[in-house]
């Protein structure tokens, strides 16, 4: 099993970045997905998530209306479109995939991918 985020990089505050991640090796429409990151010093936090169906089951109070969650069940991809990004949201941000992915760890995880927001 492997997920490959992509899609991070520097941007300027109030600008946006669309993240991907690509699974591969496993019947990914059956799995639940989601979006994590972890700031250096911090545990890692869900983001945002996803169900197999493809509506939306969270977001964090932080993120909510300026980022939103989605998937391609066909490509086996999940999608995170970031707008308005604030300097607080710089993180190594890692999808993961699993029977659920918000009440207990994702049973796969991505690399991770940098996200920098400069003020």
């Known amino acids: 099993v492997q997920l490959q985020a992509s899609g991070g990089g520097l941007v300027q505050a109030g600008g946006s970045l669309r993240l991907s991640c690509a699974a591969s090796g496993l019947s990914f429409s059956r799995y639940a997905t989601g979006w994590f990151r972890q700031a250096p010093g911090k545990e890692r936090d869900v983001v945002a998530a996803?169900?197999?169906?493809?509506?939306?089951?969270y977001y964090a109070d932080s993120v909510k209306g300026r980022f939103t969650i989605s998937r391609d069940n066909v490509n086996n991809t999940v999608y995170l479109q970031m707008n308005t990004l604030k300097p607080e949201d710089t993180a190594v941000y890692y999808c993961?995939?699993?029977?659920?992915?918000?009440?207990?760890?994702?049973?796969?995880w991505g690399q991770g991918t940098q996200v920098t927001v400069s003020s």
């Open positions: 996803i169900r197999r169906s493809g509506s939306p089951s």
């Open positions: 993961g995939a699993g029977p659920t992915v918000v009440t207990s760890p994702p049973e796969y």
